[in-house]
Structures are given as C-alpha cells and as structure tokens.
C-alpha cells in the first residue's frame, strides 16, 4: 500500500485509508449539524485524526521491531 508502506495489503484494505474516509464522515456530519461551531469541530477532530495517526505509527513501528528481531533469531 503506498498509503502507509505496508506490503501487508493493498490501498482498498488500508487501515489509514478507512481511518481518513470516516473522519470525512464525521465531518460532513458536524458540518451539517452544527455550522456555527464549525471551526471548534475541525479542530478537534483533527487532533483525534493526529493521535490517531500517530498511535498506527507506533503499532507499525512495534511490529516492524517484532519481524526483525523474528527474523534475526531464525
């Protein structure tokens, strides 16, 4: 996936793909339900989008770590 370099998946099964297509989701939904606090809303949906992001990061990087170390041992 050129999305998040996994070789794990292609672009359609991508995790960080889903992630982003649902946060639009929501955006759309807040846009539609509360307009004036529109900006309120980006941002703190973008700082759920940032941690959330960072957290695949973190998994990503651990399981990396894993098949290395896996694949040095064997």
Do not use: W
């Not at 999305?3 to 991508?14: A, F, I, M």
Request: with cysteine; proline share 3%; net charge positive.
């Amino acid at each position: 996936c050129y999305e998040c370099g996994s070789l794990r998946h292609y672009k359609s099964k991508c995790p960080m793909v889903k992630f982003h297509k649902r946060m639009d989701m929501i955006h759309e939904r807040i846009r539609a339900y509360k307009p004036k606090t529109m900006q309120d809303a980006i941002e703190t949906t973008t700082k759920l989008r940032n941690k959330k992001i960072s957290t695949l990061v973190g998994c990503q990087t651990e399981n990396k770590k894993r098949l290395d170390n896996t694949s040095e041992h064997n």
